[in-house]
């Protein structure tokens, strides 16, 4: 079981997964995550060797405008996992770290309906 990172820690002591996501939309009743993609830093150093990315099967229909905004097509999400079963791996990549995100607030609400 991970151990909680401490309730106080220097940005430049710790150990961070910065993540995005991209999703088929924005409609918070109606689009689904597509793909995960993380770095692992300490600190202020990236290390590009420890990353992660995973398309997922969305749960509901890919939207052209989606397409051109992030540019994974049907034929990528082919053989894609369903979410459920890539987030356990997340986890497992994330550890201890610090989560960063992008937009979290709409990826959380959107993985919540999923």
Do not use: W
Not at 82 to 99: H, M, Q, T, W
Request: proline share 5%; glycine share 10%; hydrophobic share 40%.
């Amino acid at each position: 079981m991970p151990r909680k990172p401490p309730k106080k820690l220097a940005v430049g002591e710790g150990e961070f997964v910065v993540f995005d996501t991209e999703l088929t939309g924005l409609d918070f009743a109606r689009d689904s995550i597509l793909s995960i993609g993380a770095v692992k830093m300490c600190g202020g150093r990236l290390f590009p060797g420890q990353n992660f990315y995973r398309l997922t099967r969305p749960s509901c229909e890919l939207k052209n405008a989606g397409v051109v905004a992030h540019g994974i097509t049907h034929d990528q999400l082919q053989h894609a996992e369903e979410l459920s079963r890539v987030l356990p791996d997340f986890l497992e990549f994330i550890g201890n770290a610090v989560l960063v995100g992008h937009f979290v607030h709409l990826d959380c609400h959107l993985s919540a309906g999923s």
